[in-house]
């Protein structure tokens, strides 16, 4: 043991090839700029593009300092980062506030065997000091790192034989098991198969490779002063194109773009998810891999995981499809569940989903003898919020809309904007009642084996099942039209994910029935008393 | 909640509302001349607001008053707040994080004190506001002293 804390107490460096990586990364965020500069050559002149210039350089020494200035060290208590040049600062965290894993490696990086490890504690996520970044390790220290900080128990006996192994079995692809973990020790819980790919037109994230491509064309545009209308073969479309009518140009473009954004998309689904891997360690930990060129794992804590979320966006939703993200604390679902952490299932077919659900969620798993589907919390059917909610589901859904109408009747009528604009949006009516059809139908809550399960959204459907011991308190939020309809919006708050999930639009009495049926005994002594000043019809 | 309360919910806004007054009285002095708008819209405006910034400060601080609830037990902590939106928030003590008194310059003009009681779940902070000093400084106590008695990190 003392051999261990002597060899770990050390600071160490990162790896020596990032002296490699940080020109070419500064050089690829500058591309455009680059370009510009190769096309537009020194015709125009000017001490702009000197400038440019020197600021890659700049960028490029700056990267490369942050090897020199940056060291780790994994004491028995704690992880500790150095990092800085004028500005020295240690973050200290302590090893048993590690909640997540999060080992990432770009092409680049995978090319020299490289992966860049980010550390997950609950106390990051809320304040932004104490955020561990490693960028970046050898592939096979970094798989390590990860044994050594969530797999406690094993860590110390494990450490001081891996320590001298690492520099030699850096070859190892990071998409492999974690070097020092048997593979007998993980269970396979789900794996990325070729029909899923099915779903990657649905999940729209082309859309974003569009916008990135248009910022990128309209940089390479301003930089490089290109004139976009003197190359030849953009003028020949544009001629051909503005020889349709208008009905035909329109479908043109519509056309386009769908076609565009669905190959965009599928390309980045098979990007971004092919190999994806969910395997379930036997010191308690899930652990997901995936990507093609860019490799992502993570590790979540498996006593950290408080649910899951179904995410069933309505493109998703017509081909029966829906994702599967963790609820834990440690990481935030907020940014979006292909960039954050918490994925645990790409989208794939909802029974899919749901098996995988059932797998995951520990209170479920751990009980084989209950009835197959009606006990899981992601199939459970739910309660119906009633006429009320379906009502409010249709006024403000109209009101929305007739304001909108309102305003763009005002805009024609006084300063002169088109009318289409407004017959359009009249024209949407029947759909906005599609809409507040659809997200009534979403709504619905039930208690469900030991989770508060809460489902809502059309566009973006939802559906949260919570475990009832992360319930931290409750919140009941009720406006001043709630109250007149007799309904109120139930908040769980809870340390985990999004910090807070809703039960939208409950009756009264059934939100507090069931936050007291979820944390029994918490809210009895104030129910009884509550009852007078409390009551629907009170101001 | 003390009486007092409803004369500080009242003073805070009333002196959000001359912020607002006072900006329209300076745009009404600097257009002079009535350009960009007609002196007539500029001082019907300015009856508009006046009208309901008197509504607000009578009516919000009353009906405030009536809303507004606390308990503290042994095990958990309560509040009801708002006027025209009201909510009700609960947590136990046993997931207390922090415990924060705080006085603000208007407060401290009223004599009052708030109590923020944090959970680790950022949606859940519990404030109790308009407290009297000597309240608020036993409820601070109370709930140190129960949340201390409770082992666990609380999420």
Not at chain 1, 4 to 19: D, F, H
Not at chain 1, 253 to 279: E, P
Not at chain 2, 38 to 55: E, S
């Amino acid at each position: 043991m003392i051999d261990v804390v002597e060899t770990t107490l050390a600071w160490r460096r990162l790896s020596p090839r990032m002296l490699v990586i940080h020109p070419f990364q500064e050089v690829v965020r500058a591309a455009p700029a680059l370009l510009g500069l190769l096309v537009a050559g020194s015709s125009s002149g000017g001490q702009g593009h000197l400038w440019s210039v020197a600021g890659v350089a700049l960028m490029v020494v700056l990267g490369m300092l942050r090897w020199f200035t940056t060291t780790y060290r994994i004491t028995p208590e704690h992880v500790q980062v150095r990092r800085g040049l004028l500005n020295r600062k240690v973050v200290t965290v302590p090893r048993d506030r590690v909640r997540t894993v999060d080992v990432t490696s770009h092409v680049l990086h995978r090319v020299l065997g490289l992966a860049r490890v980010e550390v997950g504690t609950g106390m990051s996520e809320r304040r932004h000091e104490g955020r561990l970044k490693l960028d970046a390790l050898t592939a096979a220290e970094a798989a390590r790192l990860r044994v050594e900080l969530l797999h406690r128990s094993p860590a110390a006996a494990m450490a001081s034989s891996t320590v001298s192994s690492t520099v030699l079995s850096s070859t190892v692809s990071p998409v492999a098991p974690p070097a020092g973990s048997t593979p007998a020790a993980e269970t396979e819980l789900a794996r990325m198969r070729p029909q899923w790919v099915r779903f990657g037109p649905f999940t729209m994230s082309g859309l974003v490779t569009v916008g990135v491509v248009a910022g990128f064309v309209s940089r390479l545009v301003s930089e490089g002063n290109v004139d976009l209308g003197r190359v030849g073969p953009v003028q020949e479309t544009w001629r051909w194109f503005s020889a349709m009518s208008l009905p035909l140009e329109i479908a043109t473009v519509v056309l386009v773009l769908v076609v565009f954004v669905s190959v965009a998309s599928t390309l980045g689904y098979v990007l971004a998810f092919g190999n994806f891997r969910l395997t379930r360690h036997t010191e308690g930990t899930l652990h997901v891999t995936r990507g093609l060129l860019t490799t992502r794992a993570t590790t979540i804590e498996e006593r950290r995981l408080r649910g899951v979320e179904v995410g069933e966006p309505l493109l998703l939703r017509a081909v029966r499809g829906a994702r599967l993200s963790a609820v834990t604390t440690g990481l935030r679902s907020a940014q979006g569940a292909q960039r954050g952490g918490s994925l645990l299932l790409p989208p794939a077919p909802r029974a899919d989903a749901v098996a995988v659900a059932r797998l995951v969620l520990p209170r479920v798993a751990d009980a084989p003898s209950v009835s197959a589907s009606e006990a899981s919390p992601v199939t459970a059917s739910l309660t119906a919020h009633g006429p009320a909610a379906l009502r409010r589901r249709f006024t403000r859904a109209y009101g929305v809309h007739a304001l909108v109408l309102a305003a763009l009747l005002a805009l024609w009528w006084w300063a002169g904007l088109p009318s289409w604009t407004w017959v359009t949006a009249a024209a949407l009516l029947p759909l906005t009642a599609l809409l507040a059809a659809d997200r009534y139908r979403s709504l619905g809550h039930a208690l469900a084996s030991g989770y508060l399960v809460t489902r809502w959204g059309s566009l973006a459907r939802r559906r949260v099942a919570l475990e009832c011991d992360g319930v931290i308190g409750w919140n009941i939020e009720r406006s001043f039209f709630q109250r007149r309809a007799g309904l109120a919006t139930l908040t769980a708050t809870t340390a985990a994910g999004k910090q807070g999930y809703q039960v939208r639009d409950v009756d009264l009495a059934e939100a507090l029935r069931l936050a007291a049926a979820g944390t029994p005994g918490l809210l009895d002594p104030f129910l009884v008393e509550a009852a007078a000043p409390l009551s629907p019809n009170s101001m | 909640m003390s009486r007092t309360a409803v004369w500080y919910w009242a003073a805070r806004a009333a002196l959000g509302w001359l912020v607002i007054l006072a900006a329209q009285v300076v745009w009404l002095v600097a257009d002079g001349d009535g350009t960009a708008l007609p002196v007539t819209a500029h001082v019907a405006g300015l009856a508009v607001t006046a009208v309901v910034a008197v509504a607000h400060v009578t009516v919000m601080p009353q009906w405030r008053y009536r809303v507004h609830r606390w308990e503290a037990t042994s095990a958990a902590v309560f509040t009801q707040s708002g006027w025209f939106k009201q909510e009700w928030r609960i947590a136990p003590v046993s997931r207390i994080q922090t415990v924060d008194s705080e006085r603000g310059p208007l407060e401290q003009i009223f004599r009052l004190a708030n109590v923020t009681v944090t959970t680790a779940s950022a949606a859940g902070p519990i404030k109790v506001s308009g407290l009297d000093r000597d309240t608020a400084q036993r409820l601070v106590a109370e709930l140190t002293a129960t949340a201390q008695a409770t082992a666990g990190d609380a999420t």
